[in-house]
Every structure is written in C-alpha cells, then in structure tokens.
C-alpha cells in the first residue's frame, strides 16, 4: 500500500512538471494583451470589492487574483526555470496549467463566465451523486454551506474557483469510484464525509471572519497584502 502510494506521488509530480513545462511553452506574445487587459481590470475594480453582496464574506480577493494573473509571464527565457520558479510560494500553482491557455483564447470576463459554467456544473453534479448516495441529510448541508459561503462569489474569484474546484472534483471523483467499484461503502463514505466537512468548516471561518470583518488580525493581513499589491 505503502509503494502505491508512493508510485501515485510520483507520478503527480511528474504530470505537475510536464504540464507547467508545456503550458510555458506557449508563446507569452499570444497570452500578453488579455493579461495586461486583466491587470488592469482588477486594479480598477478594487483590492477587496463586494460585487454581490455588501459583506465581509462575499467580498473577492484580487489582491492574490493580480498576483496569479501576473505570474502567467514568464520569469526566464529557460523554459523549465519559468514554469519551476513561480515565486508565489505559500500558494499551490497548478491553476497555471488552466490559467495560461485560457488567456491565450478569452479575455478576463469570459474566463469568469466559464468559472461560472464549470463552478456551477461541479457543484450540481456532486450534489446529485451526493444525494444518490448520501441521502437527503448531507446533500441539504451541502446545499446549506454553499450557499451560506456565497458560493454565486466564488467563480468570480480565481483563487477562489481554483480551489473550490478541486474539492468538487476530488468529492466528484470518489463517488463515481463508489458507483463504479466495489470500495466497501464504509472507506469510500468516510472520504468523502470528509471533504464535506471540509466544506463546512470553510462555512464556519468564513461566518468568524464576516463577525470579526474589521478586526486587528484581517487589518493586519490586508495592510501586508495592500503592500505588496501596491508595490506591484
């Protein structure tokens, strides 16, 4: 089990240096206008605006939007150092691998317009297959926790959808394997509770920091990052 696990780590090493090498192969001369387009969006809009609802937990994040969309510029001539050395290390970059191509094709209003699409699409689709499995019980608290963390925000935002997406596709992915293999209902059930409680205990920080909103600690962050962008 233990070599399984071992050969599955290596093998998403490998596909994590291959697609960001591949991804980097594309000539940023194609990618720069709707960058610079986006960039220049997301400053005008705002560090932390409320396009929905007037809350400290519907607000966007794009101070780190402008970091991501900043790091799809190439670093280097050396196509490996570029697409090895994104710089932004406290945040996971496999969104380069989306994030590239769809800049070469769509400007920054259409990539949120497809957030919406895959967002919306995933989190209909786990909630099916939940409900299915699951029954009505955890199915309503997911329907209850995406709604109360705003989920109509989340598409908007790429660090948002980025990593939200990745939660619905892995919860997506073990219930297909429970319909489709025989796990033993036990294993299978208790993975996926648990990246349902994940979701509700995202449901649960962001409802403190909505009570918190202007706290030392938030201000404290937001200063820092303020900052940086501004330094950007």
């Known amino acids: 089990m ?22 980097f192969l594309i000539p940023d001369k194609g990618i720069q206008g709707h960058r610079e387009e986006a960039l220049s969006y997301i400053e005008e809009e705002g560090e932390y605006p409320k396009p929905f609802f007037e809350s400290a937990s519907a607000r966007l994040d794009n101070v780190t939007d402008h970091i991501m969309i ?9 196509v490996l150092i570029s697409a090895m ?23 920054y209003f259409q990539i949120r317009f497809l957030g919406y699409c895959v967002s919306t699409t995933l989190l209909f689709l786990l909630f099916g297959l939940v409900l299915k499995h699951e029954g009505w019980g955890v199915s ?9 963390v705003r989920f109509i925000v989340v598409p908007v935002s790429l660090q948002f959808a980025s ?26 059930r208790s993975i996926c509770n648990s990246r349902i409680c994940c979701k509700l ?17 938030l201000h404290f962050d937001s200063n820092e990052k303020r900052e940086k962008f501004m330094e950007e």
């Not at 309503?140 to 109360?148: E, F, K, N, V």
């Not at 205990?201 to 600690?217: N, P």
Request: with cysteine; net charge positive.
């Open 201 to 217: 205990f995202r449901l649960s920080y962001r409802s403190i920091s909505y009570l918190r909103g202007s706290s030392g600690a």
């Open 163 to 188: 990593s939200f997406n990745v939660m619905l596709i892995f919860c997506i992915w073990v219930l297909w394997k429970r319909e489709n293999q025989d796990w033993g209902n036990s294993a299978g």
């Open 140 to 148: 309503m608290a997911l329907a209850a926790s995406a709604i109360l």
């Open 70 to 78: 900043q790091k799809t510029q190439p670093e280097s001539e050396n």
């Open 2 to 23: 233990c070599l399984k696990c071992i050969k599955y780590i290596l093998c998403a090493v490998c596909c994590y240096v291959l697609l960001l090498t591949l991804v």
């Open 85 to 107: 050395n994104p710089t932004y290390a406290r945040y996971w970059h496999g969104y380069l691998v989306f994030l590239r191509p769809l800049l070469l094709f769509f400007d």
